[in-house]
T-cell receptor
Framework: DSGVTQTPKHLITATGQRVTLRCSPRSGDLSVYWYQQSLDQGLQFLIQYYNGEERAKGNILERFSAQQFPDLHSELNLSSLELGDSALYFC????????????FGPGTRLTVT | AQSVTQLGSHVSVSEGALVLLRCNYSSSVPPYLFWYVQYPNQGLQLLLKYTTGATLVKGINGFEAEFKKSETSFHLTKPSAHMSDAAEYFCAVSTTNAGKSTFGDGTTLTVKP
């Protein structure tokens, strides 16, 4: 158990819908990272927040957005969902804003039908 | 910019045989290097990491990796494979300038009895 929690574990929704994925980092970690894992794209970095502020952006679509709240939990919002958004979404956390050691959550499996 | 190449998407070894998973990286600044393991339907678990100092790094479950700057490599080895080592392994690179990690495409390790 890494100490990073993600909810829900599984999510099934239809195209065009909007969903919110939630992540709670390890106690004491200030940085949260979101990754998407799919069969065709592999493990792709989406976005990083550090202490409430966006720190780095990767291959995140405009339909996707994220935020980190004062209690340091983070939410990833996916809208206008397409079949290709079906993937495992991982959250990771680290103490600093440098990914020297990241701890990964168990992931949320999103299926878009 | 940074990138990772894992040579061989699938590696199969017999139980008790040497495990060698290959990783080459590209980075314009000194890298941080990582190996993660992912078991089915689980998140990524950190096996070992190299940041600075000793180039031979020992990790959990008997794995080790050697940072070779001249070869830009960070291959993962284990002297004797166990059935429980069957999983997907990811090599990743980060740098002091970047918050995110860049992951390779992964190598699936199969261990035959």
């Amino acid at each position: 158990d890494s100490g990073v929690t993600q909810t829900p574990k599984h999510l099934i929704t239809a195209t065009g819908q909007r969903v919110t994925l939630r992540c709670s980092p390890r106690s004491g970690d200030l940085s949260v990272y979101w990754y998407q894992q799919s069969l065709d794209q592999g493990l792709q970095f989406l976005i990083q927040y550090y202490n409430g502020e966006e720190r780095a952006k990767g291959n995140i679509l405009e339909r996707f957005s994220a935020q980190q709240f004062p209690d340091l939990h983070s939410e990833l919002n996916l809208s206008s969902l397409e079949l290709g958004d079906s993937a495992l979404y991982f959250c990771a956390s680290s103490v600093t804003d440098r990914a020297v050691e990241q701890y990964f959550g168990p992931g949320t499996r999103l299926t878009v039908t | 910019a940074q990138s990772v190449t894992q040579l061989g998407s699938h590696v199969s070894v017999s139980e008790g045989a040497l495990v060698l998973l290959r990783c080459n990286y590209s980075s314009s600044v000194p890298p941080y290097l990582f190996w993660y393991v992912q078991y089915p339907n689980q998140g990524l678990q950190l096996l070992l990491k190299y940041t600075t100092g000793a180039t031979l790094v020992k990790g959990i479950n008997g794995f080790e990796a050697e940072f070779k700057k001249s070869e830009t490599s960070f291959h993962l080895t284990k002297p004797s494979a166990h059935m429980s080592d069957a999983a997907e392994y990811f090599c990743a690179v980060s740098t002091t300038n970047a918050g995110k990690s860049t992951f390779g495409d992964g190598t699936t390790l199969t261990v035959k009895p």
